[in-house]
């Protein structure tokens, strides 16, 4: 047994999924059971849903303690990719309601001295209101989930075009950038912890006093969310723009010379109280580093070191006689997580895609397998020697499955799927665009035959569609594209079953697919 299920066998003794041996079927059905606990999760006794007062689901009592500190921008940063692979609009409205009460019920005030910030704990479970951190108690908050959070605004504001979202992104942003210093090899350019009435760092518990950079919490190396965010509003002219660029520079500085040369990757959770080395800052550094190789000009080389270094430190083989190797969650918590497993093979499968260094791929392949059998058949999603968090087991789950399915589009099932934008994908309809929104030139197309319209938010970009058969046209605001291997047009690549739709957008973000 593996958690909720026996483990499923090939003729090898390699793990294969439990629900079905083709993983596409299986991590497909994995998403759509995810999304449906969730959104289905029981109403809590303060009248909202259970995933906005606790960090871990239990179906026969209120678990006692609050949310988990990135709990709703992971949630968010996943259902942005799953909304686009599914165009279901429930999805795009959890979004807006996790958000917008987030907004509303847990930023730190406008005149203190770390203003607009969020809280990343409800230090009263069920007051609705949240306003501290789990170990440190109230006022305290957490700077890496503050650029987190402001990341995650602006690609909402990109979805709904509500202004509120970028102006809440702004005044994080505003609140951040002059703060950011040098930074050095003890402290990071933003301390981990502060308390945002006094100004103090929160200091953590030494757990190696020969280690000097375990000192305090004013050193996290999470920061690659952060400068996402301000890289974002530079390239929407949102915002004081020149101190976004300062800020962003320092970062970037301080993230090449210290914690990748000397794989100093903590901290990170919220329930920790004391320094601890964690695999999600490292690998969520690594994919950056591999999503904007022009900062890193010795990314392969570097990325591959923290690949090797998460394998020495994080490897877990209690599975090995079944052909996988997993990922444990962090130092001072040496057990295997599915997020950080399933993590730690879509972002070695994009290292793969990269570098055609093919030596990670089966074993990522079988990492995704192994942490699929953390989902029951109901959608819950349990941590293997733990509790279902409804952190690790669903905004960080979800994200990493589309991912490595944009990777590898073999991974999806043979079906219509938006697997990966340049660009945010504002809306996504699979069930054909409606007449009314067609040009005149175009009202003949049976609108019966249109299989997908999606429109993005930048007027260019590039998308990977998962399809089942190739499409006998593609439209680009209205105008057909053509079917050509560069510039703006379309491409077909066929897979063993169906195959992928890459769309190049040079001047438009309208998109209609045909029958």
Known sequence: ??????????????????????????????????????????????????????????????????????????????????????????????????????????????????????????????????????????????????????????????????????????KIANTLAPRVKT????????????????????????????????????????????????DDLVALNKGNVAQYKAAFNKILAWVIKYPIP??????????????????????????????????????????RRIIDWVHANFNNTQWKKYGVVVTNEQSVYAEPGQSHSAR??????????????????????????????????????????????LTDGYGDYVRHYIRAMATYPNLAPAEDHILSSTSVVAQADYKGYLKKFLSASFNSIDTAKVRLFYRTFDGSGIETIRMKSKPSAVLLNDSPLKEIPDGEGYSWAVLEKGGLLTVKRVKGNRVIVVE
């Open 1 to 170: 047994m593996l958690i909720y299920h026996p483990i499923q066998t090939d003729k090898n003794g390699n793990i294969i999924p439990w629900y079905n041996p083709d993983p596409a079927i299986a991590f497909d059905h994995n998403l759509h059971t995810i999304w449906n606990f969730w959104y289905t999760m029981r109403t809590d006794m303060n009248g909202l849903p259970y995933y906005m007062n606790h960090q871990v689901w239990n179906p026969n009592f209120n678990d006692p303690r609050g949310i988990g500190g990135d709990q709703f921008m992971m949630a968010i940063s996943s259902w942005r990719l799953l909304y686009a692979y599914t165009g279901d609009e429930r999805i795009k409205e959890n979004m807006c309601f996790l958000a917008g009460y987030y907004l509303t019920h847990g930023l730190s005030p406008s005149n203190c001295k770390w203003p607009d910030i969020p809280f990343p704990y409800n230090t009263l479970i069920y007051s609705g209101i949240y306003d501290g951190d789990m170990r440190n108690g109230k006022d305290v908050a957490q700077l890496d989930k503050a650029g987190s959070l402001g990341l995650e605004l602006i690609h909402l504001y990109k979805i709904k075009g509500d202004p509120t979202f970028l102006n809440a992104a702004i």
């Open 183 to 230: 930074g050095d090899l003890l402290h990071s350019p933003l301390p981990f912890k502060v308390n945002v009435y006094t100004g103090k760092v929160v200091l953590l518990n030494l757990t190696d006093k020969h280690d000097k950079l375990t000192d305090t919490a004013g050193y996290t190396s999470n920061l690659t969310p952060t400068l996402q965010m301000f």
């Open 262 to 303: 000397n794989n100093k990757w903590g901290p990170f959770f919220e329930d920790v109280g004391e320094w601890s080395q964690t695999q999600i800052n490292a690998m969520t550094c690594a994919r950056y580093m591999m999503e904007h190789p022009k900062y890193f000009p010795n990314w392969r080389e570097e990325v």
């Open 344 to 389: 730690q093979a879509a972002d070695e499968l994009l290292y793969v895609s990269l570098t055609g260094d093919t030596t990670m791929y089966d074993n990522a392949i079988r990492e995704l397998i192994w942490a699929g059998y953390a989902v029951d058949v109901d959608g819950r999603n349990c941590f293997p020697f733990d509790e279902p968090w």
